[in-house]
């Protein structure tokens, strides 16, 4: 079975090949032109290579600032014709225009050698000056072409699975480490193979140098991969002092920006040695947890008496519930003798607390920006000397902050004021006002 590195091997050599030969024909038509000016009379011998070196000059000039902005107008006018993004964002982050910088170091790099064979130190020094020009154009390209498609990607659906900017800034790093080592190379006149051995001996250096990105980079893959964190997204973390919108998922950092505007910048290794609170899931579901309880005085809690059950049958959320819980009640103490019936304590009644706790549920139920596909509970929480503890738990169907806010103080205001209605009281603190009433001084 063939391998692939089988089916690229033949493909490889043809296009090294190929490069050789074109190579090989710009060297020698170079090296005929300059032998030709040379075997000219009217030329004189010194002033051959600075012409030479002008004309080359004036061509790549040439090169510049024409034949490119011609290129790069037909380009602008067909990326204009096509519906595509991608061909947008390309001409957009300038990638063909750092392309065509490639053509005037390319046409000095094959020229040089033929037109100044017979100046080896010129040529060498030119050859190096366009090879470093050709690789700082491509790290260029390259950069360009990352930035480019982060903004594909942000245009696409799936544009929140995957966070693309930990993987752009590694790709951005190690094409720059590239770049360096080549030009490195270009100037010391070294293989980057020899380069790239000696880094070795510095591989301790490079770790304490780039321990941040290291770790950065793989808590960003882990991140990425469960979708742990992405932009966009409300992050809280406490250790941190962040509660906000996540704007940035860099290698070494992630920017957050806080409700109050603030900014707070967080290692992104801390994210997975340390615990968050993405509120994403919120944003996705179909509603906001409400869970919030409030104190109810336990000497206001007493049994309903015909008086309160006739008042209560008149709200509109409890005439049923009412009827229902009355005539279970009755079937449950019609088997208790009526003697002892007589005693408040035997049997079943009903109480203005447990009625006014199927109030709350009632009027939940009924409530237009209460979700009623998702959990709704009205639960009575363990006493702790402070009064009895009534929770609401239940999901706004409105998400939005201001909005849900508004919603729970409707709601809590509206059963403040109605728990008067069942003969319950909300239980508080005593205040310097509660003092002043029965004579007693607030303070020292």
Known sequence: MLETSDVLKPSTKIIANQAEVIDSKVSNFAQDFSEWLSNQSWVP???????????????????????????????????????????????????????THLLPGIFI???????????????????????????????????????????IYTKSPSKGKINLTTFAQVAKLLAALIAIILALAVILGKSPLVLLGGLGVFASVLMLVFKDVILGFIAGIQLASNRMLSQGDWLEMTSYQADGTVELIGLTTVKV??????????????????????????????????????????????????????????????SGYIGSKEAEIEKSNSKLEEARLSNRVNGRRLTNLGTFRAYIECYLKAHPNINQEMTLIVRQLAAEGRGIPIEIYCFSSVKEWAGYETIQADIFDHLFAVAPEFELNVFQEPTGHDFQRFGMPSSK
């Open 45 to 99: 011998e010194s002033l051959a290579a600075l012409i030479l070196f002008v004309g080359m000059l004036a061509a790549a000039a040439i090169i510049y600032f024409v034949f490119r902005p011609l290129i790069l107008r037909w380009v602008a006018h067909y990326v204009g014709k096509t519906d595509a993004i991608w061909d947008n964002e390309l001409a957009g982050h300038g990638v063909f225009r750092w392309l």
């Open 109 to 151: 790099f094959l020229l040089v050698p033929g037109l100044f064979k017979s100046e080896p130190s010129l040529a060498n020094i030119l050859r190096g000056a366009s090879s470093l020009y050709i690789i700082i154009s491509c790290y260029l390209i390259f950069d360009s072409a990352v930035n480019a498609l982060q903004a």
């Open 257 to 318: 920006r806080n409700w109050d505007e603030t900014i707070t910048t967080i290692p992104t290794y801390a994210l997975i040695s340390e615990s968050f609170k993405n509120w994403r899931g919120m944003s996705e579901s179909t509603g906001r947890r409400i869970k919030r309880s409030f104190l109810i005085d336990t000497g206001s809690i007493k049994f309903c008496d015909e008086k309160m059950l006739r008042k209560l049958r008149e709200v509109e959320h409890l």
